[in-house]
């Protein structure tokens, strides 16, 4: 492993959150948490390319290529936020439940979600429109979100109950609990959908 570059981001050296790669244009998404912005950079030419501004506390971000879109979690003005790819500009916003967190895309229903931590729900919004379809009540404070496109299910890791819920993401309606002993309060997840041939996805949670 060696350094390959090193790129000065906007904003000041204040907290950064998730990021975002849409790997096919190499443009890389960070959200800048202490300075409320998105910025853009070109991992190619390791150079800023851009920088979306007035997006407060932002925690989550996802590239959606397929739409040319990218979503983020306002989390200061408890919001969704959704841009154009190409422009940067502000496309919609949409009202999500207190402190939102992290965001996931569901290509099949065509719905992005976003877990609001202190609610301990799920909002889910339309992804072209930004209207609210539903929200998810998940009995505990939640974290981050991941699409399981092998069982057509969200699951979140639910930090207040200590365990992962698996949603219907046609119904709206939690259809297991996983349990996770030895992970307290877990916050961050990777799901490897794919896994070994014929095994049951695997999942990687951390705690907070």
């Not at 000065?8 to 990021?19: A, I, N, S």
């Not at 501004?53 to 397929?66: I, Q, S």
């Not at 895309?105 to 931590?117: A, L, Q, S």
Request: with cysteine; proline share 6%.
């Amino acid at each position: 492993m060696r350094q390959v570059a090193q790129v000065e981001l906007t904003g000041g050296p204040v907290r950064f959150d998730y990021t975002s790669l849409d790997s096919g244009r190499g443009l890389l998404f960070i959200a800048h948490m202490g300075a409320g912005e998105i910025v853009e950079v070109d991992v190619r030419s390791h150079q800023v390319v851009r920088t979306v501004t007035d997006v407060p506390d932002v925690h989550g971000v996802l590239a959606v290529p397929d739409k040319h879109r990218v979503y983020a979690t306002a989390t200061g003005r408890n919001q969704l936020v959704a841009f154009d790819e190409d422009t940067g500009e502000v496309l919609f916003t949409a009202p999500t439940g207190e402190y939102p967190d992290g965001l996931a895309y569901d290509p099949i229903r065509n719905t992005v979600w976003t877990t609001n931590e202190h609610a301990g729900t799920e909002t889910v919004v339309d992804a072209d429109s930004g209207a609210v379809r539903a929200t998810v009540d998940l009995g505990g404070e939640v974290s981050n979100v991941v699409y399981d496109p092998v069982i057509a299910r969200m699951v979140v890791a639910v930090q207040g109950r200590g365990d992962l819920a698996e949603i219907d993401p046609a119904g709206y309606t939690v259809t297991d609990r996983i349990p996770i002993p030895g992970c307290d309060s877990p916050h961050g997840q990777v799901l490897d959908a794919a896994g070994p041939t014929g095994s049951t996805p695997a999942r990687s949670t951390s705690t907070k």
